[in-house]
């Protein structure tokens, strides 16, 4: 009877690890209803690596089967002149970990990107700390996010492209196209530089030769 008190049962799964709440779970329907209560999971998720505060709920209940340092994550906004390589640095994290996380293909990927998502290579940073359960739409997966800088900021828009919009939708793809062979970037990398440029495809070729000559002369290709 006393393992089928709600308070009874609380008092001992509080003591219990993600995984073994988890296998709880599984055991009746009285247990189940007390071990997938909200602030009961968020505990066990956080408490390990002494979280102050998750922000936000997982779409999917698959997120809180572990809570591994891999479900976690730092939120760097991409500056000009960062480059994978001088994250990783500035991180302690290695180039591979960086653009497995975020699935990226080539050291180029981070000019289409507001911002990339850094692995956690010290679990001492996420003590008394906010985290937010996101779907990062790169990474295409949820992860409980640290942003060092307080909390997350909202989306920046792109810079206006006045020079594009007369241009039909074909024209546009004609320009990003050609850029990006020029380049030998992806689609999203010419467009990042062609949007900083205003539209001007010379001025996009000029900023991106600017940014390779720099991380030639900082050592990082």
């Not at 089928?4 to 690890?17: A, E, H």
């Not at 599984?26 to 007390?34: D, L, R």
């Not at 479900?71 to 591979?96: E, N, P, W």
């Not at 800088?149 to 006045?162: L, Y």
Request: charged fraction near 25%; proline fraction near 3%.
């Amino acid at each position: 009877m006393a393992l089928s008190c709600r308070d009874t049962l609380i008092l001992i799964f509080q003591k219990l690890t993600v995984a073994d709440l988890a296998r709880a779970s599984c055991v009746c329907k009285v247990w189940n209803y007390v071990a997938t209560e909200d602030d009961l999971v968020v505990s066990a998720f956080t408490s390990p690596w002494r979280i102050k505060e998750l922000v936000g709920r997982p779409a999917s209940g698959s997120f809180w089967r572990d809570n591994g340092i891999w479900k976690f994550a730092i939120s760097h906004r991409i500056c000009r002149g960062d480059s994978v390589t001088s994250l990783a640095v500035k991180y302690s994290v290695q180039v591979m970990d960086i653009k497995r996380l975020n699935n990226m293909m080539s050291d180029h990927g981070i000019y289409s990107r507001d911002r990339l998502l850094i692995p956690i290579s010290n679990p001492e940073i996420l003590a008394n700390t906010t985290c937010y359960v996101e779907l990062d739409k790169y990474a295409k997966r949820e992860v409980a996010v640290l942003y060092l800088e307080g909390a997350p900021k909202r989306e920046q828009p792109v810079s206006d492209m006045n020079k594009l919009s007369n241009l039909s939708a074909d024209g546009k793809r004609r320009l990003i196209e050609s850029l990006r062979r020029s380049m030998q970037v992806d689609d999203g990398t010419a467009l990042y530089y062609l949007a900083i440029a205003e539209g001007d495809p010379r001025s996009a070729l000029s900023e991106f030769s600017a940014d390779l000559k720099w991380e030639r002369q900082a050592g990082l290709n």
